[in-house]
């Protein structure tokens, strides 16, 4: 170990070691109606988190008992010697199908899960890099993984681009569940949307623009914040958002309740439309469906149009902000931006203008 490398090690084990300051004490009473209330606090922040959101944290921290059982370490001890152990058990790990093990981005939303959930619902008091060297240690990982050439899970979720959302359009049948899945598909690329984003809109949520531009979208339920995104008129009338919305909205009826789901099942027989909405999972099967059924070439799922968006928005040479904005990124996000640059590599090449 370098000399840096041991200082950024033991400056870190300082921190996490160094007891926090006692805070004010009250009288035994008052205390426990204090703590009464932080819990009561903490459960409904809980409540109020997007269910997909809790399951994943929830099977992060299962993941975390299970290594504290296996090598007799305690619960509480998330530190950052326990948290590199659990990065090198979580590495031999199965993964989801036989013979496969966990991906490097599952093992890194591990670390997250375990370390928000000891802060939130456990109340343990973390350094902010206490997952510092634990990432430090994945990244190596995956770093000589690329080297052999091996691959774990399925890889970041591939864009969906025009030219896939024109052979889905002409793929999809002429009856409501095409009427439906083009308006999901289309709006779910505009809004830059995530799947329980999509799963949770209403039919208010949805409105028209008084000046007629296209349309209101109020995404109210969100992983990150609420935002509300204008849709303009797209150029391609077969892929607008905007006729695809309201053709959809039509086979809702006139009297629709303004609260009721906007994008709803359908029977399968019937194929009327039903009163109840789809979750989040629902809403990435089928568009992972209605992308086999028009044979791409690659495989679609939630998370594609979202990346889509990016990567078309990026070739229109339209700014980061603008992108960031639509899709409810942070300003100067990474995430975002690694959507972007993964297909600049055309755009911006040192090859232009040489050869």
């Not at 206490?130 to 970041?156: F, I, N």
Request: hydrophobic share 40%.
């Amino acid at each position: 170990m370098t000399n840096t490398e041991l200082s950024v090690s033991t400056s870190t084990t300082d921190r996490q070691l160094a007891a926090p300051a006692p805070g004010p004490r009250f009288a035994a009473d008052v205390e426990d109606r204090l703590a009464a209330l932080d819990r009561e606090a903490t459960a409904h922040v809980e409540d109020h988190r997007p269910e997909k959101t809790k399951k994943g944290y929830g099977a992060d921290w299962g993941a975390w008992l299970r290594f504290c059982a296996e090598r007799d370490v305690p619960p509480a001890a998330v530190r950052t010697g326990t948290l590199v152990a659990f990065t090198e058990w979580c590495w031999t790990q199965p993964g989801q199908r036989p013979g496969t093990f966990l991906a490097p981005s599952t093992i890194d939303r591990r670390l997250s899960g375990v370390v928000v959930t000891a802060r939130r619902l456990h109340k343990l008091q973390l350094s902010k890099d206490v997952a510092e060297e634990a990432r430090a240690l994945l990244k190596a990982k995956t770093k000589a993984l690329a080297k052999t050439g091996q691959t774990r899970g399925r890889g970041p979720a591939k864009a969906l681009l025009v030219r896939h959302m024109e052979k889905v359009a002409a793929a999809l049948p002429a009856n409501r569940f095409g009427v439906r899945d083009l308006a999901l598909m289309t709006l779910h690329f505009a809004v830059a949307g995530r799947e329980h984003e999509l799963a949770h809109l209403r039919v208010r949520d949805i409105a028209e623009d008084p000046e007629g531009r296209g349309l209101t979208v109020d995404i109210r339920v969100s992983k990150v914040k609420p935002r509300k995104v204008a849709v303009p008129f797209g150029s391609r009338a077969h892929l607008c958002p905007v006729r695809a919305w309201r053709r959809w909205r039509a086979e809702l009826g006139p009297d629709a309740d303004p609260d009721s789901f906007a994008f709803r099942a359908v029977h399968n027989r019937w194929k009327t439309v039903l009163e109840s909405g789809l979750d989040p999972e629902t809403v990435g099967d089928i568009l992972t469906r209605i992308g086999a059924r028009a044979e791409l070439d690659v495989r679609i799922t939630g998370h594609s149009p979202r990346r889509g968006l990016v990567t078309e928005s990026s070739r229109a040479g339209n700014p980061d902000a603008v992108m960031e904005a639509q899709g409810g990124w942070a300003k100067g996000s990474k995430v975002m931006r690694g959507y972007r640059e993964e297909d600049d590599a055309f755009k911006e090449n040192a090859l232009h203008g040489v050869l």
